[in-house]
């Protein structure tokens, strides 16, 4: 799991990437909660989730948004960040020409910069979106969804109350050739606090069900 640094649009952002073993492994991008709220690449959900592909033979990033960590610049309202995932995904697949397929996964803020790096890269083929905060962002523009993907939601959490995915989660389902598994965690907050295991087991479980070129290693412990 080796830091790294690569080139964004306003200086240098951190990461931490995990190189698959298998020749054209499938890649996946992690994006973290809101940087003003504490969120950083080492938030336990993203974390769980990067473990979880790098079990399942992808090569991963996750990173610091401009201004967290040690990567350069401030927060700019989402503009900026969006264009910070686009220079990690930039990187990840200069690391990893011909990789099988494309994934990204978020978290809260980060779930909201995914959805709309998805509608900008269109050889995303997935994506995992933890707690989508539709009650707090403006999520209209998944018109048409470009891919089918998997959402999950604490039915305890107090910051983006599950209705608020629930109703995000239908609008997208209504979608021409679009499927989301939608998953609800008994008893989660918005941090999913004892209840790690589970969110990585849904997105394990999504993963071999829908992932090409996939090799599972060894479990990475957490």
């Known amino acids: 799991m080796p830091d790294v640094i690569f080139a964004g649009p306003e200086g240098r952002l951190e990461g931490r990437y995990h190189h698959g073993r298998s020749k054209n492994a499938p890649i996946a991008l ?7 709220h504490g969120g950083t690449m080492n938030n336990k959900v993203v974390y769980t989730m990067y473990q979880t592909f790098v079990r399942n033979g992808f090569s991963v990033l996750r990173f610091n948004f401009r201004g967290v960590g040690r990567s350069q ?3 700019d309202r989402g503009e900026g960040e969006l264009s910070d995932a686009a220079s990690a995904l930039d990187w990840l697949q200069g690391y990893n020409e011909g990789a099988a397929s494309c994934w990204i996964g978020g978290f809260s803020f980060g779930a ?7 509608m900008r890269r269109p050889e995303i083929d997935g994506f995992i979106t933890v707690a989508p905060p539709a009650n707090m962002f403006d999520f209209s523009f ?4 470009p891919s089918s993907g998997q959402v999950i939601h604490g039915d305890k959490d107090d910051i983006v109350p599950e209705a608020a995915s629930a109703k ?3 609008k997208l389902s209504q979608q021409r050739d679009i499927s989301v598994d939608y998953r609800i965690v008994k008893g ?3 941090f999913f606090t004892d209840k790690l295991d ?6 394990e479980a999504y993963i071999r069900a829908h992932a090409e070129g996939v090799e599972p290693q060894e479990a990475v412990a957490r």
């Open 168 to 170: 995000l989660v239908h």
């Open 188 to 190: 989660a907050n918005h």
């Open 30 to 36: 992690m994006l973290h909660p809101h940087p003003q």
């Open 142 to 145: 998944l018109a048409p969804c």
């Open 73 to 75: 610049g401030e927060f």
């Open 112 to 118: 909201w910069i995914s959805m709309q790096l998805l």
């Open 198 to 203: 589970i969110l990585d087991g849904h997105v």
